[in-house]
């Protein structure tokens, strides 16, 4: 028995050269579909919403931190307020009890004299103090108001690029559903078992299950016959399903194969 032409794949599996040609179709079909879905995952707005997300995290945690030693002046300044006021009620009381003429020991009015200076001078340190506060709380609201803008801004420009991704993904999932309909009706017309074969070729070859044979050369490896593998193809049946040596790829004839 003769040995098998080094391009047939199996003697049992044949199918007319129409209906290899219509493989060629489907692979035309599935290629242009490997296209759109590449072209949708490389969309530049992925890596645009990534950049930007990031910088919005970056953004609002900064935000924290400012309203957050916002909020921590706010009490601080309320404390501080408070210390003020009781120094001054008490100042106050002092001041009213010498000028009531209540107290009229030399050394009581010593002390309640003292007193009162001591209390004037703490209530000018927590006086300091407070206005120290609102200058550190009245920066962190300044802060506060930049990042709050910057956030927005973000978000904004993170919005528009998610519209125009979307926008761009409406766009390839229709062309890609009308793609894989046409797929459907074209495959349908393939016999079975060639069909089975390319499938599985395809998912090993990188998504090219088959391939024409143009002027001797596979364009699927693109690598050119010899004039040895020239002539087995031509000896090789009409309905034989033939596959490159190389690339193990499904070798469609066509009548520009050059043969």
Known sequence: MDNPLPFTWSPQLNAAPADQIRLLDVQTLDARLQQLAHKRRSLPEHAEIESLTKDLTQVRDLLV????????????????????????????????????????SPKDLENLQREITSLAKRQGDLEDVVLEIMERRESAQERVAELTGRVSSVQSRID???????????????????????????????????????????????????????????????????????????KAAPDAVLRCENCRRILVRTSESGL
Do not use: M, W
């Open 65 to 104: 931190a400012a309203q957050t030693e916002e909020s921590d002046c706010s009490r601080e300044q309320t404390k501080a307020e408070q210390d003020v006021d009781q120094v001054r009620q008490r100042a106050n009381r002092d001041q009213q009890r010498l000028d009531s003429g209540s107290v009229t």
């Open 160 to 234: 528009d690029a998610t519209s125009r991704r979307d926008a761009a993904f409406e766009e390839f999932d229709g062309e890609t559903a009308t793609l894989t309909k046409e797929r459907e009706v074209v495959s349908a017309s393939v016999p079975a078992d060639l069909l089975k074969l390319y499938d599985k070729l395809r998912e090993q070859q990188g998504g090219v299950g088959a391939a024409r044979l143009y002027q001797r050369r596979c364009e699927g490896c693109r690598l050119e016959l010899n004039i040895t593998e020239v002539n087995e193809v031509k």
